[in-house]
């Protein structure tokens, strides 16, 4: 980064980066603000250097600046130290640009790349809001929450003293989503996966997860030598693993079998595939949680093991209490371990039944014009002091 710059003054600037489970909440918050009247040039973007920030911000004619940061490791190292300078940096950089361009309000979403704005802002007396979306809330905004001016939380458990509940916001697509026809057909179409087929759903994450793609690929190859299962396993492997992963995909791709599999690195339109599946295989971070229950879906959940606060374990066993899920922890995956529960589900399509029904009653709305709404007041009341 070398200065923090947009084109134009920016009334809001949103914090979120790192992971999708940042930014597209993120979104679907800004796309709130949107529509409650501020211009799309108003609100400006600050994350991480990923190339995820610009695959998925600038697509929605938002400006984005990239901070250049490094994570910290709890010992001491020169990693640390750079960590450091870098962070200082960059908060600097940003308390420069606040009192050059006044913008209204931050908005964090979390992650060690929401920090230095969150000191800026107050450092230059910005109004703050942070959004935890988590059942337990990270470091990042477990500080920031001490000085923020509001807190939201998706979940009691996040730990975050005074907060206020708000559902977790969807990615803009989600919110305005609608089941027609020809949009319930359009992933399956395009694929040529035909309607009665058992459509598997598998994700990672944005970044991918090397457990869950090893898994997935020695189950599709176990399941493809079988035969004997009419099933289609549609694989998101995630941008970090995919040159890992790319030639076995292919080559699973190619086999003609009953068991068709279908591969992609990245899908940032992921939704219509999971509107359409009959079960999902994911990590539980509260995103994915949150679209399950949108669209109804039962889901065999691989918690994230090394999540802060161990949140995703926490979401996992709340779908899995409710009826809504099965839970296979990360050091017990195996093809094995997924098949059997799988194949159970596969076969006994009323149990699955019961679990997407009760996925679907754990959905408590989106979060998103919530937030903006709070926003909006919180930038008018302080417009009018």
């Given at each position: 980064?070398?200065?923090?710059?947009?084109?134009?003054?920016?009334?809001?600037?949103?914090?979120?980066?790192?992971?999708?489970?940042?930014?597209?909440?993120?979104?679907?918050?800004?796309?709130?603000?949107?529509?409650?009247?501020?211009?799309?040039?108003?609100?400006?973007?600050?994350?991480?250097?990923?190339?995820?920030?610009?695959?998925l911000v600038t697509?929605?004619?938002?400006?984005?600046?990239?901070?250049?940061?490094?994570?910290?490791?709890?010992?001491?190292?020169?990693?640390?130290?750079?960590?450091?300078?870098?962070?200082?940096?960059?908060?600097?950089?940003?308390?420069?640009?606040?009192?050059?361009?006044?913008?209204?309000?931050?908005?964090?979403?979390?992650?060690?790349?929401?920090?230095?704005?969150?000191?800026?802002?107050?450092?230059?007396?910005?109004?703050?809001?942070?959004?935890?979306?988590?059942?337990?809330?990270?470091?990042?905004?477990?500080?920031?929450?001490?000085?923020?001016?509001?807190?939201?939380?998706?979940?009691?458990?996040?730990?975050?003293?005074?907060?206020?509940?708000?559902?977790?916001?969807?990615?803009?697509?989600?919110?305005?989503?609608?089941?027609?026809?020809?949009?319930?057909?359009?992933?399956?179409?395009?694929?040529?996966?035909?309607?009665?087929?058992?459509?598997?759903?598998?994700?990672?994450?944005?970044?991918?997860?090397?457990?869950?793609?090893?898994?997935?690929?020695?189950?599709?190859?176990?399941?493809?030598?079988?035969?004997?299962?009419?099933?289609?396993?549609?694989?998101?492997i995630g941008s970090?693993?995919?040159?890992?992963?790319?030639?076995?995909?292919?080559?699973?791709?190619?086999?003609?079998?009953?068991?068709?599999?279908?591969?992609?690195?990245?899908?940032?339109?992921?939704?219509?595939?999971?509107?359409?599946?009959?079960?999902?295989?994911?990590?539980?971070?509260?995103?994915?949680?949150?679209?399950?229950?949108?669209?109804?879906?039962?889901?065999?959940?691989?918690?994230?093991?090394?999540?802060?606060?161990?949140?995703?374990?926490?979401?996992?066993?709340?779908?899995?209490?409710?009826?809504?899920?099965?839970?296979?922890?990360?050091?017990?995956?195996?093809?094995e371990r997924l098949?059997?529960?799988?194949?159970?589900?596969?076969?006994?399509?009323?149990?699955?039944?019961?679990?997407?029904?009760?996925?679907?009653?754990?959905?408590?709305?989106?979060?998103?014009?919530?937030?903006?709404?709070?926003?909006?007041?919180?930038?008018?009341?302080?417009?009018?002091?």
């Amino acid at each position: 980064m070398t200065k923090v710059a947009w084109q134009s003054k920016k009334t809001v600037w949103i914090a979120a980066g790192g992971t999708a489970g940042h930014l597209l909440p993120a979104l679907g918050v800004a796309e709130a603000l949107i529509r409650g009247g501020l211009a799309r040039s108003e609100i400006g973007f600050i994350g991480s250097t990923r190339p995820l920030e610009s695959q998925l911000v600038t697509p929605y004619g938002f400006e984005l600046v990239q901070l250049d940061l490094r994570g910290f490791v709890r010992k001491l190292s020169s990693t640390n130290i750079l960590g450091l300078w870098l962070l200082l940096k960059a908060t600097w950089r940003l308390v420069i640009a606040a009192r050059k361009t006044h913008p209204k309000v931050l908005i964090g979403f979390g992650g060690y790349f929401s920090f230095p704005p969150v000191i800026a802002a107050k450092i230059t007396g910005i109004p703050c809001v942070i959004v935890e979306t988590n059942a337990v809330a990270g470091l990042a905004n477990r500080l920031a929450s001490k000085i923020a001016t509001e807190v939201l939380v998706s979940s009691e458990t996040s730990g975050l003293k005074g907060a206020k509940k708000v559902g977790v916001p969807l990615r803009p697509e989600i919110s305005s989503w609608r089941a027609s026809r020809q949009q319930k057909d359009s992933f399956r179409r395009a694929q040529n996966i035909d309607e009665s087929a058992f459509l598997v759903c598998v994700f990672g994450g944005s970044l991918g997860s090397f457990t869950v793609n090893t898994a997935v690929l020695d189950l599709v190859e176990w399941w493809q030598a079988r035969d004997d299962l009419d099933i289609v396993v549609y694989h998101v492997i995630g941008s970090r693993d995919f040159p890992k992963f790319e030639d076995r995909a292919r080559q699973r791709s190619g086999v003609v079998s009953k068991v068709k599999y279908i591969y992609s690195e990245f899908d940032s339109q992921i939704y219509k595939a999971l509107s359409e599946c009959d079960l999902v295989v994911s990590r539980a971070g509260s995103g994915t949680v949150a679209e399950l229950g949108y669209f109804g879906k039962a889901a065999v959940l691989v918690p994230l093991p090394n999540a802060p606060g161990d949140h995703q374990n926490k979401n996992a066993q709340m779908l899995a209490n409710l009826g809504a899920a099965r839970v296979i922890f990360d050091d017990e995956l195996s093809k094995e371990r997924l098949g059997s529960v799988v194949e159970a589900l596969y076969r006994d399509r009323s149990v699955l039944d019961e679990m997407s029904k009760r996925s679907a009653e754990s959905f408590k709305g989106d979060g998103a014009p919530q937030i903006g709404e709070l926003v909006l007041g919180l930038m008018a009341k302080e417009g009018g002091e």
